[in-house]
């Protein structure tokens, strides 16, 4: 992963952030609803969701901050 330019940090991070694909299809499965019902009133949380992503894998300063002050 350093190779390629990534952070550490930012993988571990990735490894540990739940499937929200399977978390949809098993709540729209209980409340018997179509995924598409549901996914589009969150459009507006995942677009935030991924630009965070997008911030933490490609701004390195931003996810090493807070491991950087438990270092100190």
Do not use: H, N
């Amino acid at each position: 992963m350093t190779k390629a330019g990534f952070s550490l940090a930012v993988f571990g991070i990735s490894l540990v952030t739940p499937p929200l694909g399977s978390a949809c299809f098993i709540g729209c499965g209980i409340a018997r609803i179509k995924i598409v019902d549901m996914l589009r009133p969150m459009l507006p949380f995942m677009a935030v969701m991924f630009a965070t992503i997008v911030l933490l894998a490609y701004v390195p300063a931003f996810s090493e901050w807070i491991p950087a002050q438990f270092a100190k």
